[in-house]
Every structure is written in structure tokens, then in C-alpha cells.
């Protein structure tokens, strides 16, 4: 708290005046109704005990009325003490309003400077991204975990059967259940033996045109074996696609101009189209797209 100790106004303390005049501070008290604190303050300039200033300016007069002296002198020395006190005020609000305006001026400094780097590194990122961008390869290989492609095979379960529920009995057969296929004859005369297909697993099949490899519009046909359990989405031409699931040794055909593979064990299929044979397409457990032709 701040105290301004001030000269007396003459020669003569207050307090020698009051006690000349024969009155005691409790005097003074019943004959002004002025607290015995505030009188006392007035009396040792102690200014800074007094109430609000338009309430101790007339406390002042009161006092001096009473004693019957000049209040001026003493009202002199209370605006020169309120004056210090505004003095030291202002000052330190002076001090915080600079304060302030340097670190509002620092925060935005800040702000921008997070801004320029913010923008640095998403430039830098998308011109990274356009480096590594490559044109599509008719094989993209993604590796997935094995645990990856348990649940793509269960996704697609109950897609593939109720595929093959409405392609009817004979879109998944046994093996022990097929006949051969009826041998052919070629134009020299002779006859072409059909293989009956290996007892090792199931016939996958679409309906299909016939038992050639092309025909008159261009659609061929599509022979896939399966060596491990996998699965996969087939789109032929601009049909919808559908999924399959394979154990090793089911076979899967259809017929159609093109196709596009996702094959969920890259490592577990051996893939014949129009005379081509595709193998070793990736590891066990790698997800590849192939378009073909």
C-alpha cells in the first residue's frame, strides 16, 4: 500500500492547534460526527487511510471549520498527494499497454511464421506424391498379411454362394459327379480326346458358348486353377462383378472379351486366356489386380 509522508502546512502541528483549543480527537468526533480514524489521518497527514476523495475533501473542511482554521493548506497537501498516486497509476498502465502491443505484435509475427511453414510443407508433400505417381501396371500387387486375406475370403463367402445358388446345380459340381466331355472331331477327320477333369477339387463355372477357347465375337475363354485357397472378384467385359472362392484344386472358367482380377492369393492360382499362360503372379497371402487381356 502506498504512503506519502508530506510536510506539516506551517509551523505548527494540527494536533498543537487542536490540543491549544483544548479538544481531544473524541472532541472532535461528537461535535463533527467524523470517524476518530479519519480525523486522526487528517491530523498526521495520512492521506491514504481516508475514504474516496469526494468523500474526505469534506472530512478536510469539516475538520478545519471545527478547529477554525484555513482547510486550504491542508486541501493543498491532499490534491498533491492524490496527484503522486495518479502519477504512479498511470505509469506502470502506460508499461502493460507497451507490454501488450509487443506481444500482440510477436503472436501474429508467430502466426505467420507457423502459416509459411505450414504451407512449405504441404507444397513440398504434394510435390513428393507427384514424383512417386507411376502409370498403372497391368499387375499391382499390394502385400496384405494373412489375417488381411481371412477376411477378405469371408466377406465374399456368402456373395460366391449365392452366386452359384442362381447359376443353378451345375455352377459348382464335384468333381465325382461330372461326366467326361464328349470327345471332338477336328477337320482333318481325326478325333480329339476331352480329358474328365482331375479329381483333386471342384469346377467353378459361368455359363458359357461352347467349349472353344475364342468365338466369332472375340470372347475367350478364361481357365483359372487353384493351387492354394483363395479369392477373387471377376468383372468380364462391362458385366457386373462377382466373387469367388477357391480351395486348391478347384478350377474356375468363363468366357468374355476382357477381365479385370482382384486375386486374393497371388501365389495360388496358375491363370490360361487366349492361349497365355500366367503364373507366379506374387507371394501367398498378396492381393493383385490383373486386367486382361
Known sequence: MFIEKLPDFNSESLKKIREARGLSLEDLFKQTRVRVIYLQAIENKEFHLLPLPVYSRNFIKIYARALGIDS???????DDYLQSRQDQTVQPE???KEKFSLARLAGKKTYLLIAIILIIVIVGQWLISKQDESPPDPIRSVPVNADVLKDHQEAATDEAIALNQQMGANA????????P?????KADGKVEQKEPVP???????????????TDDNGAALLTIRATE???LRVKPDESP?????????????HKAKSFDLDIGNAAGIKIKFKDRNIENLGKTGEVVHLRLP
Open 172 to 179: 459348382v459340381a464335384r468333381t465325382e459327379d461330372l461326366m
Open 181 to 185: 466331355l464328349p470327345d471332338e472331331k
Open 241 to 253: 462383378s462377382f466373387q469367388v472362392i477357391l480351395k486348391a484344386g478347384d478350377k474356375f472358367e
Open 94 to 96: 502506460k508499461e502493460v
Open 72 to 78: 486550504q493548506p491542508i486541501m493543498s497537501e491532499y
Open 199 to 213: 479329381a483333386s477339387g471342384n469346377v467353378l463355372t459361368r455359363p458359357v458358348s461352347g467349349r472353344h477357347t
Open 229 to 231: 485357397e483363395t479369392w
